[in-house]
């Protein structure tokens, strides 16, 4: 039964790690078009090419053989209302993040519009699965994370690095990752086995999500000379992106 508990939670792993490698991929432009819509790409040294794109490939199957086919077959089960519900859901519950996240870049303004708004989610949004605080009090949740936060205050990204199973990353990121965890209420109520329930939850996160953005992965690497070099663009775009909103 141990082996048994120990095997789901490498496999959970394996599909939790996949959220990372997907959500990056949102560039601003076509990649390998030059730089992002708010100014010139930031020149991220990319020492360890070799390693990173047998990472890249290794992900890439973890993609097509497992995450996929898993959200196709939920897809499939659950109507798309249903699904944007539970993103819905998952975004209020990880309000501590861009909470802490907002105070850590000096913006309590933001910070309080964030507890307003988990508040009136998870009373009359039926815990966060409703977002009336944008729909009815014009409050739109802020994008802040532990890594926006580092380059706000100027930290470069180091060197890119593609990590098995969490895909596309920076030295920064990676320490920025590490803190979003920390920060993120599912580890708090968590003791014995928090790895293996973490793991659980961020799952079924992770195949919810790509049930509803199938298809933008298949396309960026279509119109991709090399999609290595694609993902890693789009990846620095994004963060670069993120990073110079958090300081308007």
Known sequence: MKKFGILCGILAALLTGTIAF???????????QGGTLEGEREQVPDPLEKFNRVMFTFNDNLYFYVLKPTAQGYKYIVPEPGRVSVRK?????????????????????????????????????????????????????YDADTDQTLGHYCIDPGFYIVWPIFGPSSARGTAGMAGDILLDPVTWVLNDGWFLAYSGVRVYQVVNETSLTLGTYEDMKKMALDPYVAVKNAYIDNRQNRVNKSRE
Not at 22 to 32: G, H, Q
Not at 117 to 122: C, G, Y
């Open 22 to 32: 997907s959500s990056e991929l949102k560039p601003s432009v076509i990649p390998e």
């Open 89 to 141: 859901f998952f975004d209020n519950i990880a309000m501590p993040v861009r909470f802490a996240n907002c105070l850590f870049q000096g913006k309590p303004k933001k910070a309080g519009i964030e507890l307003s708004r988990f508040v009136v989610n998870t009373t009359a949004g039926v815990l966060g699965f409703f977002d009336p605080a944008k729909s009815y009090c014009k409050m739109s949740p």
